[in-house]
């Protein structure tokens, strides 16, 4: 039995289609670890109110889960600036601020020096942390994590995903974000969304099969000239030019040329842009 | 015991970390029984009563009616416009009892102002109190109006998304009110038309028939309780029903679960 599962959802607001997965069906099964991708618009957190039954649609969505066993942290948590920490967890978790367990999880999660500050003074940082804390209190079985990470400096995004790295054993996770590096060592499979319509959804091992995504050699744009003659296209990401290796043998061509060149070169065994590229590419839409 | 905690936290909130919200909820009835009934001199009515025993309903009034129709409603849109709403009702908290918390921190308020204003008007002008039977039938009845004017406040928020729109709807509601129940005006001077509309209306009893309880006249008013009465039921089921309507989902606790326990648990590595 899966969890969710969507058939030939669709969502309009004011004539204008905000996400179209028609003739498309996305099931959802317990330990999936889902990284959901696209640009801005693309409709990522649509599909996330859509599975929350937050936000009118037409098609299909079954739930097979209590609303209690998913814990929900989106990228604006909004909460009143006038109540105190304090007050809010001993609120949310339903516990005496005194009680031990949650003072120990408090001193996990680095909350416990916040607790007589309002909430409207905490940092983004800190307001994530918060979240974090709260959601995860009762130990929900699904996670929906929708880009928790925007908008944060390097060193708290950094821990904050070493929070996620620890906490999601066991559950079943969806994870919105923009920061494809934050989910190639989380996630199993791939939701890929643009414009409102479903690319692909898969296995993240398969999806790299289906694509022909080996592995990805990223050059500078002058040293691109080297592996004209293997290749007859790569894409331009910042200033430089990313080669995709559909096989391994095609790996070790390229390898040895840019070896014998001795120029610099960066390596990547399975990488989620350039997969989201290829698919942009190769399903026309870009 | 989760809501109450709220409850309380909502109360600190207004009562001590928003100034205007005290302002009008608490001092604001005081000041006008002050200003009235010390400019227009505290006469005597007949029978023993004087200009407050009765001025004391308006200013009850004066005081319950910002309290529920723009001081509730905003505080609840305010929520549901920052995302607080949304985000507490995503930590599981059931979102018809965050509104019922609201309204019973709002309906603690009122008799705060209650208490406030009876005890004020007892100890400067001399206001005249009732044997306790009789000041139970009345807090009864000032109960159930304070409901009504309540639920009308949570219709509000429920019905209009942004804060600005459920302030004006809210304020021009309260000075409507206020006009044509006798807070501003005199109630005997309005046109029979207006009077026979507002009959219909429960905030009129407050301010124009409780002085009846107050004056031993009476110890129920049979109209007031039936037209409360029907106001409580309708407000009620439009609100659950258009709270249903926004959070279905996560109002139904029972769903069918999935069974976690029967699958395996395997290290996050191995799902790959």
Same mark, same amino acid.
């Given at each position: ?14 004539? =204008? ?29 649509? +599909? ?24 929900? /942290? ?19 978790? *339903?516990?005496?601020?005194? &009680? =031990? ?8 999660? /680095?909350?416990?020096? #916040? ?21 995860? $209190?009762? &130990?929900? &079985? ?20 070493? $929070? ?15 920061? $494809? ?6 996630? *199993? ?5 643009? /414009?409102?319509?479903? #690319? ?16 990805? +050699? ?7 000239? #080297? #592996? ?27 390898? /040895? ?7 610099? $070169? ?21 | ?60 009034? @004066? !005081? ?56 004020? !008007? ?6 005249? %109190? ?5 000041? %139970? ?68 009893? @407050? ?26 039921? %309708? ?38």
């Amino acid at each position: 039995m899966d969890i969710f599962s969507l058939e030939n959802v669709r969502v309009r607001i004011k004539d =204008k289609m905000i996400l179209d997965l028609k003739n498309r069906s996305i099931h959802i099964s317990k330990g999936d670890v889902i990284g959901i991708i696209g640009e801005n618009g693309a409709g990522k957190t649509t +599909f996330i109110r859509v599975l929350l039954d937050l936000i009118k649609f037409e098609g299909k969505v079954e739930r097979n889960i209590s609303f209690q066993s998913i814990g929900v /942290q989106m990228q604006k948590n909004g909460f009143s600036g006038l109540i105190k920490v304090y007050e809010l967890i001993s609120f949310i978790c *339903n516990s005496s601020i005194k &009680d =031990k367990q949650l003072t120990e999880k408090m001193r996990d999660f /680095q909350i416990d020096h #916040l607790l007589n500050k309002r909430v409207e003074s905490l940092s983004g940082g800190e307001l994530q942390r918060l979240t974090l804390f709260l959601v995860m $209190y009762h &130990d929900p &079985d699904v996670l929906i994590f929708d880009e928790i990470t925007t908008g944060l400096d390097y060193q708290t995004r950094k821990s904050v995903l070493n $929070y996620l790295k620890k906490i999601i054993n066991n559950k079943t996770v969806l994870m919105v974000t923009h920061y $494809y590096e934050e989910i190639e060592k989380l996630a *199993n499979k791939l939701l890929i969304l643009h /414009q409102g319509r479903l #690319l692909d959804y898969g296995f993240i091992d398969s999806l790299f099969e289906k694509y022909e995504i080996f592995s990805t +050699f990223t050059l500078k744009k002058d040293d691109f000239s #080297l #592996l004209e003659e293997t290749t007859d296209k790569g894409y331009a990401f910042e200033d430089k030019v990313v080669v995709i290796n559909r096989s391994k043998k095609e790996e070790d061509k390229r390898l /040895q040329i840019i070896q014998k060149s001795n120029c610099t $070169y960066d390596y990547k065994k399975k990488d989620f842009y350039s997969l989201y590229k290829k698919i942009i590419e190769q399903k026309g839409v870009i | 015991m989760k809501y109450i905690r709220y409850c309380f936290i909502e109360l600190k909130i207004i009562l001590f970390r928003t100034p205007i919200a005290m302002f009008f909820s608490i001092l604001f009835p005081l000041f006008m029984m002050a200003i009235i009934v010390g400019s227009t001199g505290n006469i005597e009515i007949g029978e023993g009563y004087h200009f407050i025993d009765k001025y004391v309903f308006i200013a009850l009034g @004066l !005081g319950a009616i910002p309290t529920s129709l723009v001081s509730l409603p905003i505080s609840i849109a305010v929520e549901k416009e920052i995302g607080a709403f949304e985000r507490y009702v995503l930590f599981g908290i059931n979102p018809i009892g965050i509104v019922l918390t609201k309204m019973v921190a709002h309906f603690f308020i009122t008799f705060i102002q209650f208490i406030i204003v009876i005890f004020f !008007g007892w100890i400067i002008f001399d206001l005249q %109190l009732l044997p306790f039977h009789y000041f %139970l039938l009345f807090l009864m009845h000032f109960s159930l109006c304070i409901i009504v004017l309540l639920l009308i406040g949570v219709l509000l928020a429920n019905l209009f998304h942004r804060v600005q729109v459920v302030q004006i709807i809210g304020m021009f509601l309260m000075f409507l009110l206020l006009a044509l129940t006798g807070g501003i005006t005199d109630y005997s001077t309005l046109p029979e038309t207006i009077k026979n509309v507002m009959a219909y209306v429960p905030i009129t009893y @407050l301010m124009n028939d409780f002085y009846k309880i107050w004056f031993l006249e009476t110890s129920i008013l049979p109209n007031f309780l039936s037209l409360a009465i029907i106001y409580i039921i %309708l407000l009620t089921l439009i609100n659950l029903f258009v709270i249903y309507k926004n959070y279905k989902f996560l109002i139904i606790n029972k769903q069918k679960e999935f069974p976690f326990h029967l699958v395996p648990k395997h290290e996050f590595e191995q799902r790959r």
